[in-house]
Every structure is written in C-alpha cells, then in structure tokens.
C-alpha cells in the first residue's frame, strides 16, 4: 500500500501571501501533478524534469486566457523554487 503524495506540505515552506493565493497555488499545483502523473506516470514532483513541467504549460495551459496562463507559471515558479531546480520557463501574452 503506497502513500499519496501530500502537495500541501510540499509547498507548504514555499507558500507565501493571501489566504486565498495559498489556496490558488495549491490547487493549481495538484493539477499539475496530476496532469503530470497521467502522462509520465510520475507521482511527485521530485521525480519531475524540466520537460514534464515545459509539456505541461505547453500543451495543457496553452489554450487558457493570458491571466490564467500567467497563473499558472507563478505556480509552477513557486514548484521549481521548492524543488531548487534553475528552471527558467517564459510567459507568453497574446498578441
């Protein structure tokens, strides 16, 4: 029998600001990590590699309004800090 993977106490040195953005980050990091886990069969994110995360913005947040785009590359940001990872990832407005 097998734990799942707490993403709140992952992130939860990591998390700063409102209530509600804690919330947000947090919610968007499960389904990132559940999006990844479909794909890769990766369960946590210590496992991740940059390509996951880049194949996730790219091809699951791509479609979404330039806000939430945004959103969710604070998100991911706050996962690649946690996991001391130099990932660099750009966001790209609509023009």
């Known amino acids: ?3 799942t993977f707490d993403m ?5 040195g990591a998390l700063t600001g409102s209530h509600a953005t ?3 980050h947090l919610r968007q990091a499960m389904f990132i990590q559940a999006e990844i886990a479909e794909r890769w069969q990766i369960e946590t994110p210590w496992n991740w590699q940059r390509k996951h995360v880049a194949w996730f913005l790219e091809h699951r947040v791509a479609g979404r309004c330039a806000v939430t785009r945004y959103y969710y590359l604070l998100t991911v940001r706050l996962l690649a800090r946690r996991l001391e ?3 660099i990832f750009k966001f790209q407005a609509e023009i």
């Open 22 to 24: 804690r919330q947000r």
């Open 8 to 12: 709140e106490l992952f992130l939860a």
């Open 1 to 3: 029998m097998s734990k």
């Open 85 to 87: 990872k130099p990932w």
